[in-house]
């Protein structure tokens, strides 16, 4: 794996080791954390948890909740494993190395059993193998890209995971929102769909998606968050979000 860096997100509040080359936790993460509502006594699952950025924030934002990271490299489990140890959340916090895409058996064999989690969060590969130029790193390659039927495979893993009512939450790219309403379509309904622009009257370059198993409620698209201002100084909003914690509201619009 390389040289490993310790790198602090949240303003702090989160002290991450991950390796120095590869993929290397950014905004997305912290995002994704940010727009997943977690209520105390809930289990919670993140599929492809990598080093466990977005499932350790969520946890060290909210108390009394149970998180299961979900990683096929094993190397990048055991890091997710020791970021929740050396950030004192390892009693909440458990890892398993699987593959998204293994049979359920293998997930409830570790201790992961269908219907059983409240919420599921996720930042599945996002790249085409087919159509883009892919990364010619290993670690970096396995985190971005994907197959036509990845996303369909995510979410189908998500909806079996998920309790009735259940919510999904997912960070995708914004030219991508077609094959996620796709994906979702299926299993879930009362999608609400939040664009993130780099900067103002620019398009977006992510979508954050909340999905909830079994609703039949209407789509609905919520006020975007903008990253950085004119002058491409972080706007105070990504700013609460990013290093001060703030979570990011699902409210109708």
Partial sequence: ????????VLGGRLALRQPRRGHRVGHDAILLAAATDVRAGEHVVELGAGVGAAGLALAQR???VRVTLVEIDSALAALAEDNAAR?????RVQVAVLDVAAPEREFAAAGIAPGAAARVLMNPPFNDSARQNLSPDRNRRLAHAASAHTLTQWTSRAASLLAPSGTLTLIWRADGLADVLSATSVDFGGILVLPVYPRPNAAAIRILLRAIKGSRAPLGMM????????DGRPSAEAEAILRGGETLRWEEP
């Fill in 223 to 230: 006020p975007g968050l903008t990253l950085n201002d004119a």
């Fill in 62 to 64: 909210a108390a009394g």
């Fill in 87 to 91: 950030n004192g959340l390892g009693d």
């Fill in 1 to 8: 794996m390389g040289e490993i860096t310790e790198d602090a």
